[in-house]
């Protein structure tokens, strides 16, 4: 295993993102989740009046708070690694990845200053609605935060509502509402919303679920759950449809990644989606070896999935790299030529335009412009290089799925033994719910390093790759640079769960 | 109206319980992040590189082209 690992400089500026990007995502998601929980707690406390769910509330937005605070501002630290490890990408995308991250930023500052603050400091300085009104706020306006940050994401996996300008080597954007409307990105940002309330109704479940193992604050967990179990459920409905939905739109615009995250060397008709199995680590796309060594599949599944239609024919590895006449796929290898030409029109057309020679750059932009859509692949060696790691996709995927299928099954458990009044006698499902809280978060993390991982050798999906997007940095600046955050962000962790931790032994305050 | 938006800021912080060790968390990492990895680890490479947009773009275009044109 170790040999395999590539470690030049592109791979230590890949692993440094990727650290933060996955500790940046322990405290996302439970922010967006939890500031709705809290949204629904408040919203009964106000309409009923009952001094107990204010309570309640307050115990929740304190580990809100925790959360918030150990977590607000590590995803900056992904602007500095732009900025600096990335340069070429950062100064690429400027144009189009401008305005969504400046919204974003201003959304979140006027957020933070304004109903944050109002929602920390307010219960006894202004009226409940008020108060009310800025925990909403809270809710609503941390997950449209979300959004801009997803449509840029969205864009890196669709590219869309842009054009390519050779004179300041910047993608910029022609169409605000296309680079909005991507579907790629609003299928990104409902399933992660989405699975975000999922995590954040496990953490509620699973903490209440202790202090009814310890018989403390029975009432308090008990209310808590149900709420959270009914969120949940209703959230974890819409993940699988919004997956569907994500998993249809990954088959049109990254068909590498789908078959990739199936493990699909050759493509079928009537397609089976594999529910469990075990990857063969040794197969390279064109071998005469099995990609996968187990399998369990569900017939017709992932046919469905691709295309909406079970007859329907889903390319795998072997179709995209080496081209399949009869489903009209074009090979990598011709694509690597096509991109060879549109990176030698870029180089002539700079000549060109440095001699003030009007003919020839004329003639290097119509040549750009024809093989411009395969731009990025002129950058690759052979057509294997297109092909994501198979495993890390798949096992991704799959743990993804598996957990999510199980999420629903605990919340209807809990929702079934409060309805029977038995919740309290059940340890087994006290346990349960304990589990689930770690659990709730691999699934989130599965659920990027599917989409990103999947979507390898790509910076921007077809146009490109990472490894031209890096700056030329030596290895031991970045590495340097990695293990501070990694001792930084392991600081960071600690220290929220040991003030969780702290916090959730102490309980509520008993005013 | 400032006054009154002041004593909301200010009582808000003088009555945190938790809150407190949390603002100094806040504060040691946004002073780590800023004042020390932004400041020495982390320039804009092309900023403190090139002074003019038009040298970062064709320092770009060369990036992305030359050595990728021998390899045709």
């Not at chain 1, 939905?245 to 699909?264: D, F, I, N, W």
């Amino acid at each position: 295993m170790v040999e395999q690992i590539d470690l030049t400089q592109v791979n230590w500026a890949r692993a440094q993102f990727a650290l933060t990007a996955l500790y940046h995502w322990i405290f996302v998601p439970l922010t967006l989740g939890l500031s709705f929980l809290l949204a629904f707690f408040e919203t009964i406390y106000v309409r009923t009046g009952n001094e107990e769910w204010k309570r309640l509330t307050k115990f929740w937005m304190t580990l809100f708070a925790i959360n918030f605070a150990i977590g607000v501002a590590t995803g900056i630290i992904l602007e500095f690694q732009f900025g600096t490890n990335w340069s070429n990408y950062s100064w690429i995308v400027g144009d189009i990845f401008g305005a969504p991250l400046a919204i974003e930023g201003i959304f979140a500052f006027f957020l933070e200053a304004t109903f944050f603050a109002m929602m920390f400091f307010g219960w006894d300085r202004v009226s409940k609605r008020m108060h009310l009104f800025s925990t909403w706020m809270v809710a609503i306006g941390s997950n449209l935060s979300a959004l801009w940050i997803l449509v840029a994401n969205g864009w890196m996996q669709n590219p869309v509502g842009m054009a390519f300008n050779p004179d300041t080597a910047r993608f910029e954007m022609e169409s605000f509402s296309e680079v909005l409307f991507n579907p790629v990105a609003i299928s990104k940002f409902t399933h992660t919303t989405s699975s975000s309330f999922v995590l954040a109704s496990l953490f509620v479940v699973g903490i209440s679920s202790w202090y009814l193992l310890k018989g403390r604050h029975i009432l308090m967990a008990k209310r808590s759950i149900v709420v959270a179990s009914v969120f949940g459920f209703v959230a974890v409905a819409y993940v699988g449809l919004s997956g569907d939905e994500a998993a249809y739109e990954v088959a049109q615009h990254q068909p590498m990644k789908l078959a990739a995250m199936e493990g699909l060397y050759d493509g079928e008709v009537n397609a089976g989606a594999i529910a469990l199995g075990i990857v063969n680590s040794q197969k390279i796309a064109g071998d005469t070896q099995e990609g996968m060594l187990v399998e369990v599949k569900v017939p017709f599944v992932l046919s469905l999935l691709a295309n909406r239609k079970f007859n329907s024919f889903v390319p795998g590895i072997n179709d995209l790299v080496f081209g399949n006449e009869e489903y009209g796929i074009v090979s990598a290898a011709s694509r690597i030529e096509n991109g060879k030409k549109a990176i030698a029109a870029l180089a002539a057309y700079k000549e060109a335009r440095n001699n003030n020679d009007d003919t020839a750059s004329k003639q290097a932009l119509v040549k750009l412009n024809t093989y411009k859509d395969d731009i990025g692949y002129g950058y690759l060696q052979s057509g294997v290089d297109t092909v994501p790691p198979v495993a890390t996709t798949f096992y991704a995927f799959h743990v993804m799925v598996i957990l999510g299928t199980l999420f629903p099954l605990v919340f209807l458990a809990f929702l079934y033994y409060i309805y029977k009044d038995e919740v309290e006698k059940k340890g087994w499902l006290h346990i349960v719910g304990l589990c689930c809280i770690p659990l709730a978060w691999v699934a989130s993390e599965a659920g990027w390093i599917v989409a990103e991982v999947g979507r390898q050798p790509w910076a921007i999906q077809d146009l490109l790759p990472v490894r031209v997007s890096n700056t030329n940095l030596t290895t031991g600046t970045v590495q340097t640079t990695f293990f501070m955050f990694l001792f930084l962000f392991t600081l960071l962790l600690i220290a929220e769960i040991r003030i969780m931790l702290t916090q959730i032994k102490k309980g509520p305050e008993e005013d | 109206m400032f006054y009154s938006v002041y004593t909301f800021y200010r009582d808000g912080f003088r009555r945190m319980t938790v809150g407190k060790r949390l603002w100094l968390i806040i504060a040691i990492k946004l002073f780590v992040m800023f004042a020390v990895l932004k400041t020495f680890y982390f320039p804009n490479y092309l900023n403190t590189q090139f002074e003019t947009d038009a040298e970062r773009a064709s320092y770009v275009i060369d990036q992305i082209t030359e050595g990728h044109i021998q390899k045709n």
